[in-house]
């Protein structure tokens, strides 16, 4: 923080958030329609205020010869903004100007100066009155001007999440709970190396695996290279948002993950971490053939559980760890379902299985389970054994209906 040191990132984020939703309230939209209208003007928030710190340190340093310009910022890691998307020339726009119109030529002209933002951000703002447009830009600038880059992506994410509650089962495909992803996060440690994330909806996964390393390394996060896919292509989209105002890159690609494979992802990741949708049906197994990526075969049921866990499995190189959400009737399926289990329990990659109780998630309320696999067990002391942990009984109950973990909780099961 800066500045108002007494205001907490979390009064800034309902602050933020009750007058966003008194708006959309106002407004008669509905919370999918308003969700990334909303997440794109925190995202310009962010670019703008990187941006003027690097403009401040670079006053001066041109010459007669040479201006100031793009390359300058870009090398100091920051999306370059031209002056129409400038967040102050927003607000000072005419009365009567088109702001929706204006919002829109914003993020078009910094996807034509920001290359790996081409065809990222948001062109929906029209959609949006003038009145409720000049209410929210006002919102957002005055109660984000006085928070540095990670509260950015504090409230970025609280957002998110937020949408993601007040859209219920469509939410939930594009958001995993923080704090299920940050307990998947302490278990399997991604420190270094390359990370997968199959399902990876707005790329929760990728965060708080930064910021693990970011708490543990002391922010050398250049360590970890990110790769996801995502079959939706707007939460692609939310995705690429939310790593860039975290501050981070990555490789993510819009693709079915059943039946594309655009990494060539057998053997080649040191972590996996997934929240897939549960008990999907309707799977055409007949394009799944001798795919190398399920190599203890197919199941016979009209499930995508089992192909889901295989996907994980074969993803990882020979010391490579997984940490993923699981259906909790994945544990116990029998027929051709069973064999695969048994054959991932004499593989010992199998590592630990934690029962997490019901009201985790927006889409579900019943309980789940989360899975971790780790290759290099198989050379160990424990090769032979599975931990089981019985998490049932352990939450925070945030309302009558939606339960998290307290940070003491994690830290609890993950030691």
Not at 2 to 30: F, M, Y
Not at 90 to 110: F, R, S, V, W, Y
Not at 141 to 154: A, C, E, P, V
Request: aromatic share 10%; net charge neutral; hydrophobic share 40%.
């Amino acid at each position: 923080m800066r500045g108002h040191a007494k205001v907490t990132i979390q009064e800034i984020e309902n602050r933020l958030w009750a007058a966003a939703d008194e708006l959309r309230a106002n407004s008669g939209l509905k919370a999918s329609e308003y969700s990334i209208p909303v997440l794109g003007l925190i995202f310009l928030k962010y670019a703008d205020s990187r941006f003027s710190q690097v403009e401040a340190e670079l006053a001066g340093k041109g010459s007669g010869r040479r201006k100031v310009g793009k390359t300058d910022y870009q090398a100091r890691g920051v999306m370059y903004l031209p002056p129409d998307a400038r967040f102050a020339n927003l607000l000072e726009l005419e009365e009567g100007k088109d702001l929706g119109q204006a919002l829109n030529d914003a993020m078009a002209a910094i996807e034509r100066e920001n290359e790996e933002l081409r065809g990222v951000l948001p062109r929906t703002y029209k959609a949006l009155s003038n009145a409720t447009l000049t209410t929210l830009l006002r919102n957002v600038n005055s109660i984000l001007g006085d928070i540095d880059g990670d509260g950015f992506g504090k409230v970025y994410e609280y957002f998110l999440g937020k949408f993601a509650m007040a859209e219920g089962q469509k939410g939930g495909e594009f958001f995993t709970p923080t704090s299920i992803v940050r307990l998947i996060v302490e278990l399997i440690e991604p420190f270094s190396g390359k990370i997968l994330d199959p399902a990876c909806g707005s790329g929760g996964m990728f965060v708080q695996s930064a910021r693990f390393v970011d708490k543990h390394r002391r922010g050398v996060t250049d360590r970890l290279s990110i790769y996801g896919q995502e079959r939706v292509d707007e939460t692609v989209k939310l995705c690429r948002m939310n790593l860039a105002v975290h501050g981070l890159g990555g490789q993510v690609r819009q693709a079915n993950s059943y039946y594309e494979d655009p990494f060539g992802c057998v053997g080649q990741f040191d972590f996996v971490m997934a929240n897939p949708p549960f008990n999907v049906n309707r799977i055409d197994k007949t394009k799944l053939a001798d795919d190398p990526r399920f190599p203890f075969g197919l199941p016979r049921a009209d499930n995508g559980n089992y192909i889901w866990i295989q996907l994980f499995y074969s993803a990882l190189n020979d010391h490579g760890r997984a940490g993923f959400v699981m259906a909790n009737s994945a544990a116990d399926a029998g027929a051709s379902e069973l064999e695969i289990r048994r054959k991932l329990i004499e593989d010992r990659s199998a590592d630990v299985i934690v029962s997490i109780g019901s009201n985790f998630f927006y889409t579900v309320t019943l309980p789940c389970t989360l899975w971790f696999f780790d290759k290099a067990k198989r050379d160990g002391e424990r090769a032979d054994q599975v931990l089981f942990i019985d998490a049932r009984k352990i939450y925070n109950q945030i309302d009558r209906a939606h339960r998290d973990f307290r940070p003491e909780q994690i830290e609890f099961l993950a030691n």
